[in-house]
């Protein structure tokens, strides 16, 4: 207890808050182990598994080779035979060496065997761009795997999302993909004891606001965030809506929001076309197109692989500037 | 240890013919005199290897007469989609099936209604299944190519060329991390081998000393594609003994030959011997699917194959040794006729899913409604 007799609030990072959620899960439930490149006497290719093998063994925090495909078939096996396994991919980039286990054997499974077949499976990957990593290892294809019936999607952008992601992902019976942003590792807080099972239904609204909303996921909150900052010192009182779950996108989040503001920028760091942004952006002028005073403003990535030199780096992602702006087109 | 070897036709000339003392040699524990196959109770004078023999007959029977039937209904367009027939390779279902246990698993690919006969499915829900009805072991969501059965262990019915194999994989890697002692046995294609999930599931089974057993169904045809102009080594069980694993070939056109290595591998395999390969040669006698009008291959070439039909085989060694009147014979086939008559009729009356559950089964239902 601290001296207020608030409980006392735990300094942690992303990273740290992810591997105890793993530890945790580990702990909690023989069925579940950990299997991924380097997850093991490496520690994860970001740190995130760092100590979980002298806990749990070799057997439960399982270094695989360089199999994409292999790995996630077989984590897609294991749980066809009752385990929970959580498969580390390193980058999203490297999912599409698994791309056809995901779609064509984890997504379709359950309905091909006309139920018979639910695959309880974790797969975990990074995504993002933002560390001068260049193209290979910047995209950020979580709204591919968004389209795919069969699956859910879930972006966890804040360090309780970190934390409390996981434990909900593994009581799902169907396949669960997590999109860690890297640049949101190293992200420090509190976090608030007591643990609260996060909702991996619904999208939560991170700074409530009367004026215009701001809707992204992930890597990009922290962004809106310092945007709805900035705006609000212009007397510009910015919502920021985290989706937090990217499949099934919360329709009645996207139209709550858009009835209270009349105005919305969405926020995604893929590119714009084809994405999760001209998505909702279509559902919005499906369901709410008479709520809206502007129409709706997209921030996205630039249309070009994600370049390696800084500035370039830079001026291609969706930056807190960019956001003030689109949201000054919205308001007017 | 690794041992790559191939077992030649036992018809081969100067091999001497070992067919029944493999099959002596090989405990049947699980065996009664009761066929689980032909229900039949009696047991003939002939002695056990007969009634066992009988029962790889009937078994093979059932799978042939299945697909015949459905070549019929393709044509009359009661059935659709890609239907891929298994005739002439009915030797390696039947035979891989009789080392297998129910609690192991089992993994094909979308040329699996043998694979599926083979392990008890029932004629009449694999044929709801073509008919794309309720009652189909899918539900009438995957036909011909994803059959399904959970209750045992069916893991489908996989269209995508060797995406079976990691799954096979995973199954097998949790009986190993729960010390169940149980085999998982993953069927797929020569076509197969060129695919990096074949080569990767390989590289992983050996390394985790998973209990898997490998069975590549080698037709030499990869779709129209021929064995020598799709692998650049088509000794395909050296290239599977080059990962550290235990590969034979074996002549696939004989089911008492699959029967015997099968059981050897699944032997050592529940022994801990780890993942285990066996290439069975075989041949389709008819096209890749009913789309395919099959012109990639000499008509003498489909013909000298048939001249080794697993089916005539197996009656010509039974007539041989006394094992097979043609009484008995008449008997097998009708029962299989029967059966396959009964499966078409229920199927055509069996009941279509209403349109309204069209999103059914794309996730699991809510926890409170499971
Ligand atoms: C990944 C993939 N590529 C291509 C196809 C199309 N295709 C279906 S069957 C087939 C040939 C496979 O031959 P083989 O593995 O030898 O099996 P067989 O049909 O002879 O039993 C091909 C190319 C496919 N289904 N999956």
């Known amino acids: ?332 | 240890m690794s041992l790559a070897r191939n077992t030649r036709s036992r018809k081969a000339p100067g091999t001497p013919k070992p067919a029944k003392t493999a099959a002596k040699k090989t405990p049947t524990s699980k065996k009664s005199p009761t066929s689980k196959r032909t229900g039949r109770t009696e047991v003939p004078a002939a002695g056990p290897d007969a009634v066992h023999r009988m029962d790889l007959l009937a078994a093979m029977l059932r799978i042939r007469r299945f697909e015949e039937r459905c070549v019929e209904l393709y044509s009359a367009a009661k059935i659709r989609g890609f239907v891929h027939l298994y005739i002439g390779e009915e030797a390696v279902a039947v035979g891989v099936n009789e080392a297998l246990y129910p609690e192991d698993a089992v993994v094909s690919t979308y040329r699996e209604h043998g694979h599926a006969l083979a392990r008890g499915i029932p004629a009449e829900a694999v044929m709801a299944e073509m008919f794309g009805r309720t009652t189909g072991c899918s539900g009438g969501r995957g036909g011909s190519m994803h059959l399904f059965d959970a209750s045992r262990r069916f893991y489908g019915g996989n269209a995508i060329v060797a995406g079976g194999l990691p799954l096979a994989a995973g199954l097998a890697l949790a009986d190993r991390m729960r010390d169940q002692p149980r085999v998982t046995c993953c069927f797929f294609g020569d076509g197969a081998f060129a695919e990096g999930e074949f080569h990767e599931t390989a590289n992983l089974a050996v390394l985790w000393n998973l209990p898997l057993l490998l069975v590549c169904e080698n037709n030499l045809y990869a779709m129209g594609t021929a064995l020598e102009r799709h692998e650049a080594q088509t000794d395909l069980a050296m290239r599977a003994a080059s990962y550290g694993m235990v590969a034979w070939a074996v002549d696939g056109m004989d089911v008492e030959a699959v029967e015997h290595a099968a059981r050897r591998a699944t032997e050592a395999i529940r022994g801990g011997a780890g993942p285990h390969f066996l290439e069975a040669r075989t041949y389709r006698f008819r096209a890749h699917s009913m789309y395919d009008p099959d012109r990639y291959r000499d008509k003498e070439e489909i013909e000298r194959w048939k001249t080794r039909d697993p089916v005539n085989q197996l009656m010509d060694r039974m007539r041989e040794d006394d094992e097979l009147g043609d009484e008995e014979l008449t008997g097998i086939e009708h029962r299989v006729t029967d059966e396959v008559d009964r499966a078409v009729e229920t199927a055509e009356q069996a009941p279509e899913e209403p349109v309204e559950d069209l999103l059914l089964h794309v996730t699991s239902a809510p926890a409170e409604a499971r």
């Open chain 1, 1 to 332: 207890m601290s001296a207020d007799g608030q409980p006392e609030k735990a300094k942690t990072t992303y990273r740290e808050a992810m591997r105890e959620a793993l530890r945790e899960a580990l702990s909690a439930d023989d069925r579940v182990f950990l299997m991924g490149e380097d997850v093991g006497r490496y520690g994860g290719c970001f740190g995130v598994s760092l100590g979980l093998l002298e806990e749990f063994g070799p057997e439960r925090v399982r270094d695989t080779p360089l199999s994409e495909s292999a790995f996630v078939g077989a984590g897609i096996g294991a749980a066809l035979a009752g385990m929970r396994p959580i498969v580390e991919i390193m980058t999203v980039n490297f999912s599409l060496l698994a791309l056809d286990q995901i779609v064509n054997n984890a997504a379709t499974l359950l309905h091909m065997s006309g139920g018979q077949l639910p695959v309880p499976l974790v797969i975990r990957m990074t995504t993002g761009a933002g560390r001068q990593l260049a193209a290979q290892h910047s995209h950020s294809l979580e709204g591919w795997y968004a389209h795919i019936p069969g699956i859910r999607v879930l972006a966890p952008a804040t360090i309780e999302d970190a934390r409390h992601m996981l434990a909900p992902a593994l009581a799902e019976p169907d396949p669960v993909l997590i999109f860690e942003h890297g640049s949101l590792y190293n992200a420090a807080g509190e976090l608030s004891p007591p643990a609260t099972a996060v909702d991996i239904d619904h999208a939560t609204i991170r700074r409530p606001g009367t004026d215009i909303s701001l809707i992204t996921y992930g890597g990009s909150l922290p962004k809106a965030l310092a945007a709805a900052d900035e705006l609000s010192t212009e007397g510009i009182n910015a919502e920021v809506v985290d989706l937090r779950t990217l499949r099934p996108l919360d329709d009645e989040a996207i139209t709550a929001t858009v009835a209270r503001t009349h105005r919305a920028v969405i926020v995604d760091e893929a590119w714009r076309t084809g994405s999760l942004a001209a998505e909702i952006s279509a559902r919005i002028a499906e369901e709410s197109f008479y709520e809206l005073d502007a129409p709706v403003e997209r921030v996205c990535s630039a249309e070009v692989p994600i370049p390696y030199a800084r500035r370039l780096e830079e001026a291609a992602l969706p930056q807190t500037a960019d956001i003030v702006a689109a949201a000054h087109r919205a308001v007017g």
